[in-house]
T-cell receptor, first 112, second 116 residues
Framework: LAKTTQPISMDSYEGQEVNITCSHNNIATNDYITWYQQFPSQGPRFIIQGYKTKVTNEVASLFIPADRKSSTLSLPRVSLSDTAVYYCLVGDWDTGGFKTIFGAGTRLFVKA | EAQVTQNPRYLITVTGKKLTVTCSQN?????MSWYRQDPGLGLRQIYY???????DKGDVPEGYKVSRKEKRNFPLILESPSPNQTSLYFC???????????????FGPGTRLLVL
């Protein structure tokens, strides 16, 4: 069963680049890796997704090595509003369908 | 506006009193799911549904029931709530569960449940 492991928390300062790594040793061949952001008392929202190599959008970059056993979310020049919990998500194709598996999340605290 | 709605947003109940948390989406999504969130444990999937009349257990299904009679609705039922089910619950939906995580899941605003 696919499972993810992330650091529990990270601190940063405004303007710095933040890299959060997620370990998913048992990821299945066809599964994608997705990252979500969650603010207190809100539902998670999608940030970025990838399958392999590098993906970049207006918010973040996602680096996935060739073996796909880990991935790194990169947030360039963070601001105070990036303080949130970041979740790495993979899935597992069960007998009945697609089970979604979140990690415990990484709490990012951005300081002024 | 495309959205996932949940009701109620806050609920205080007592042990053993059956309750239902409703979830509805207006995006014609086939995949729907319930999660609970507890401090230090992140989001854990309770049940999911690939389509109407198709449901399956997630990682923490004990004490919960679901049904999917219509595509847009996916209620979560606690037949006999216990204090260990005090949690923050999220409903989510995505286009289908067939793309192995490639689709974005859209989350509802959450339901905070306290079982006394």
């Amino acid at each position: 069963l696919a499972k993810t492991t992330q650091p529990i928390s990270m601190d940063s300062y405004e303007g710095q680049e933040v890299n959060i790594t997620c370990s998913h040793n048992n990821i299945a061949t066809n599964d994608y890796i997705t990252w979500y952001q969650q603010f207190p008392s809100q539902g998670p929202r999608f940030i970025i997704q990838g399958y392999k190599t590098k993906v970049t959008n207006e918010v973040a970059s996602l680096f996935i090595p060739a073996d796909r056993k880990s991935s790194t979310l990169s947030l360039p020049r963070v601001s105070l509003s990036d303080t949130a919990v970041y979740y790495c998500l993979v899935g597992d194709w069960d007998t009945g369908g697609f089970k979604t598996i979140f990690g415990a999340g990484t709490r990012l605290f951005v300081k002024a | 506006e495309a959205q996932v709605t949940q009701n109620p947003r806050y609920l205080i109940t007592v042990t053993g009193k059956k309750l239902t948390v409703t979830c509805s989406q207006n995006m014609n999504h086939e995949y729907m799911s319930w999660y609970r969130q507890d401090p230090g444990l992140g989001l854990r999937q309770i049940y999911y549904s690939m389509n109407v009349e198709v449901t399956d257990k997630g990682d923490v299904p004990e004490g919960y029931k679901v049904s999917r009679k219509e595509k847009r609705n996916f209620p979560l039922i606690l037949e006999s709530p216990s204090p260990n089910q005090t949690s923050l619950y999220f409903c989510a939906s995505s286009l289908s569960g067939l793309a192995r995580g490639r689709e974005t899941q859209y989350f509802g605003p959450g339901t905070r449940l306290l079982v006394l």
